[in-house]
């Protein structure tokens, strides 16, 4: 399985942007990178996914590098409710099986 | 409406109950997921349901028993659990269980056995 490596936690003022990164290098061709995040105790909320090119939506812009090997998420304007674990998948391309990584823990400060 | 349904939200058993954990969803979707997350841990996959067969179990103790009645259903029943049984369980869904299709979670249950 392609593994997933991300800082453990991450700070950032609000309002500002967030840049999350994520670290994929034994990704497949067909394997696709996916962006959860898990606010305390809740269920893990979809966020964005890619496969080769950059992708954005109303939450947050998705950069993928061109080698795929890893990957940013930017969260443009960072609110206190944006703080949560932040999870970056790689997609198993044979069954769509979701392994979770350890996340980034991001703290949003006033 | 990407909305999963989870019942209970919070359970409570003993190791000799029974008991069971419901999932549902209206989205049309074929695939259905049952996760466990131990606290501070990341969720780990138990089971995938395609088009309402079992088709992955990631060697998950008998004492979990899954069950997919309908498209829109899925349980997961609990008998003689052992207290690190204790956790979230998350239900997710998704269209189909392709690779590029998105899994939406629900809630969760969280369980503790005693």
């Known amino acids: 399985d392609a593994k997933t490596t991300q800082p453990p936690s991450m700070d950032c003022a609000e309002g500002r942007a967030a840049n999350l990164p994520c670290n994929h290098s034994?990704?497949?061709?067909?394997?696709?990178v996916y962006w959860y995040r898990q606010i305390h105790s809740q269920g893990p909320q979809y966020i964005i996914h890619?496969?080769?090119n950059n992708e954005t939506n109303e939450m947050a812009s998705l950069i993928i590098t061109e080698d795929r090997k890893s990957s940013t998420l930017i969260l443009p304007h960072a609110t206190l409710r944006d703080t949560a674990v932040y999870y970056c998948?790689?997609?198993?391309?044979?069954?769509?099986?979701?392994?979770f990584g350890q996340g980034t823990t991001l703290q949003v400060k006033p | 409406d990407t909305e999963v349904t989870q019942t209970p939200k919070h359970l409570v058993m003993g190791m000799t109950n029974k008991k069971s954990l419901k999932c549902e969803q209206h989205?049309?979707?074929?695939?259905m997921y049952w996760y466990k997350q131990k606290a501070k841990k990341p969720p780990e996959l138990m089971f995938v349901?395609?088009?309402?067969?079992?088709?992955i179990n990631e060697s998950v103790p008998s004492r979990f028993s899954p069950e997919c009645p309908n498209s829109s259903l899925l349980n997961l029943h609990l008998h003689a659990l052992q207290p690190e049984d204790s956790a979230l369980y998350l239900c997710?869904?998704?269209?189909?269980?392709?690779?590029?299709?998105?899994?939406?979670f629900g809630p969760g249950t969280r369980l503790l056995v005693l």
């Open positions: 998948i790689v997609r198993r391309s044979n069954t769509g099986k979701l392994i």
């Open positions: 989205m049309g979707h074929r695939a």
């Open positions: 034994t990704i497949s061709g067909n394997e696709y």
């Open positions: 349901y395609s088009y309402e067969k079992l088709s």
């Open positions: 997710a869904s998704s269209q189909g269980a392709q690779t590029q299709e998105t899994q939406y």
């Open positions: 890619g496969l080769k």
